[in-house]
């Protein structure tokens, strides 16, 4: 499957070059088992341990171990096998937080990380335009988004199985295209082909993308689409409430013969968001930009008069449903900061979040 790849086909390249250290051999993570990861070296496909440095680094703090994506130091153990003893500075990682949950007290949970994807250039955020009954799930897509931009990674949402709306999408590409402004959406129906072009522009030899979504949402039959082969298992069966059945279960590096590199992801039951700079702002730019107009510059756009959210919300031109959804998550933003600003963030995470920003300034979004 993934025979005779080249560093550079697996997205190597001079800058993570130099940050290799010396005497350690480079390799990508394809895949995490506990305590020990599928990589790709310049020679092939190896299993590998991780170093009781990296292990130790890595209870403290879950975002310090390795992660499908990821580029790590491999040095040789007397038995002939490689261990990995570092992970070299991620350029994105998407980050899920622990999940938190509304409870009487307020937000509670779990504030520790934990790495989807790393060094990937592009995140598909994979929605089905219909789901069971459901039509798709604009707050889903929108939390997606966020993560997505927060990574560093450039989101693209993919509305998938366009095929099982008989009549049409109607405004949903309007609705979803709505909900994440700056953000390119396309409707595909992998099982036909459709659609397919405008997802793939994003692909190419040496780039990475990631499929996040939930189970069931068509990720696998996306991957496989997309590779022109079948590369990932996909849920034969259809299951009989037309839900997911988690049918993929573990995060991993695949190849798209002569177009790069995506890593599947098991379905999303809850995500949490991690640190958030500006991944919230960004999905909700429209609305941020109508509370610059309120009256007062601390407006809660709640009952202020003068309030420009609330007078979009009323005049039909903001749905509802999106500034409840930009509180809900901004809200969980916040406790999230609140929890890991006691934390000790790793290395890590410091130096993929210098570089975003830095991109972000001069306006280069492809690393
Ligand atoms: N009609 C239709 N069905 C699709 C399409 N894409 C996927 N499916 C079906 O949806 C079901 C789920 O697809 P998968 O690709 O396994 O979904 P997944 O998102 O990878 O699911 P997990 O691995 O559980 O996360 C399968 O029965 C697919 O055949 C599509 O474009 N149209
Ligand atoms: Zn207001």
Not at 91 to 119: E, F, I, K, M
Not at 228 to 248: E, F, I, K, N, W
């Amino acid at each position: 499957m993934l025979a005779d790849l080249s560093l550079t086909d697996l997205g190597w390249d001079d800058r993570f070059a130099e940050s290799l250290p010396a005497d350690t051999l480079p390799a990508r993570v394809l895949r995490v088992d506990r305590g020990a990861a599928l990589v790709h070296t310049a020679d092939g496909v190896t299993h590998v341990r991780l170093s009781a440095q990296l292990r130790r680094a890595g209870a403290q703090d879950p975002v310090a171990l390795p992660c499908a994506g990821d580029w790590v130091a491999l040095h040789p153990l007397p038995d002939g096998g490689h261990a990995a003893d570092a992970v070299l500075p991620r350029r994105t990682a998407v980050v899920r937080g622990g999940v938190a949950r509304l409870t009487p007290g307020g937000l509670s949970g779990d504030g520790q990380g934990q790495v989807l994807a790393a060094n990937v250039d592009v995140v598909l955020v994979a929605e089905p335009a219909r789901h069971a009954d459901d039509p798709a799930d604009l707050g889903r897509i929108e939390r997606l988004v966020a993560l997505a931009w927060e990574s560093g990674a450039v989101p693209v949402v993919v509305l998938t199985k366009a095929d099982l709306l008989p009549t049409g999408l109607g405004d949903l590409l309007d609705d979803v295209t709505a909900a994440v402004p700056g953000a390119e959406v396309h409707a595909v129906a992998a099982l036909d082909g459709q659609g397919l072009d405008a997802v793939g522009r994003h692909l190419g030899p040496g780039r990475t993308a990631v499929v996040l979504g939930p189970s069931g949402a068509g990720k696998s039959t996306l991957v496989n689409a997309l590779a022109g082969t079948p590369v990932m298992a996909t849920q034969q069966v259809r299951a009989a409430d037309g839900r997911g059945r988690h049918t993929t279960v573990h995060r991993e590096l695949v190849v798209l013969p002569g177009r790069g590199l995506v890593i599947d992801t098991p379905g999303l039951r809850r995500v949490g968001l991690y640190e958030m700079s500006d991944g919230v702002e960004r999905v909700f730019a429209d609305v941020e930009d109508l509370a610059r107009q309120c009256r007062f510059t601390d407006c809660g756009h709640g009952t202020e008069p003068g309030c420009a959210v609330l007078a979009a919300v009323d005049s039909g031109a903001l749905p509802g449903r999106r500034l409840e959804s930009w509180r809900l998550l901004q809200r969980e933003a916040a406790w999230m900061a609140a929890r890991t600003d006691a934390r000790v963030r790793s290395e890590q995470t410091k130096a993929w979040r210098s570089e975003t920003r830095l991109r972000r300034r001069t306006g280069n979004s492809r690393p």
